[in-house]
């Protein structure tokens, strides 16, 4: 696409082909491989540089209406191979560092201590949940990792089956690589704010810390433990 100053690369396959590629994906001393993808998505903007920013992936999961603790445990896999590939998890700057390991101290999915949070407990790709647990998240499930500059998001999308949805149902599964341009630049809705993201960002990042120390306060007084260990990585743009 010369005229737009694109290049759109992309692979669009039936879940139902026996012949479906793997992908390898590699990012600095990391190299991730996914079998049997359905769907690759890379875009290069001219008007942004010529590295690829944003890699999009759908795999192949399993049958329709598998178990729901089929798909946990497959999704759970697929975890253990992102981990082992180098990858690490990511909590957001204005999230609160609540572990897994305290999970049981979580009233609920999405919310702690009232506040909505995308780094939750329940999804610490460290701490594996029951399926109790599992089908309490709304079909909507979320892991967040963090790799030398950057940044990926596994996604899963639940639909239960009509016939047993408390058994049975069918997921997608994706994953979105970001680099760290993109992955600042997506909580910016302003186009030409967007353009000064590196200048915004220090700001932006004090103000998502203030959040966390608040939340996080909340929960030490409430006798949830915070992982003072985790350290937020570096953001090589503001070196």
């Not at 049958?63 to 896999?77: G, V």
């Not at 103000?207 to 937020?232: N, V």
């Amino acid at each position: 696409m010369s005229d737009l100053g694109l290049c759109w690369y992309k692979i669009d396959k039936s879940a139902n082909d026996k012949n479906l590629p793997d992908a390898v994906v590699k990012n600095a001393a990391s190299t991730l491989n996914l079998p049997e993808v359905t769907n690759i998505t890379i875009v290069v903007d001219e008007q942004v540089g010529s590295n690829v920013e944003n890699i999009d992936i759908t795999l192949r999961g399993l049958p329709d209406n598998s178990t729901h603790d089929q798909y946990r445990t497959f999704i759970y896999k697929l975890i253990k191979s992102i981990k082992s590939s180098g990858w690490e998890h990511y909590y957001f700057v204005e999230d609160p560092r609540i572990s897994g390991s305290q999970a049981g101290k979580i009233d609920s999915p999405q919310y702690v201590l009232g506040h909505h949070v995308s780094s939750h407990p329940w999804l610490d790709p460290d701490y594996p949940i029951d399926i109790d647990r599992w089908l309490k998240i709304s079909s909507f499930y979320n892991w967040y990792f963090y790799n030398d500059g950057a940044y990926l998001n596994l996604k899963a999308w639940r639909h239960d089956s009509k016939d047993n949805p408390t058994e049975t149902g069918t997921y997608l599964i994706t994953l979105e690589f970001q680099s760290e341009m993109e992955f600042w630049k997506s909580g910016i809705t302003n186009e030409k704010d967007r353009l000064h993201w590196k200048e915004l960002l220090p700001a932006r990042l004090n103000d998502y810390h203030e959040t966390r120390l608040t939340i996080e306060k909340k929960a030490r007084d409430a006798g949830i433990e915070i992982d003072d260990s985790y350290q937020d990585p570096p953001i090589h743009a503001l070196k």
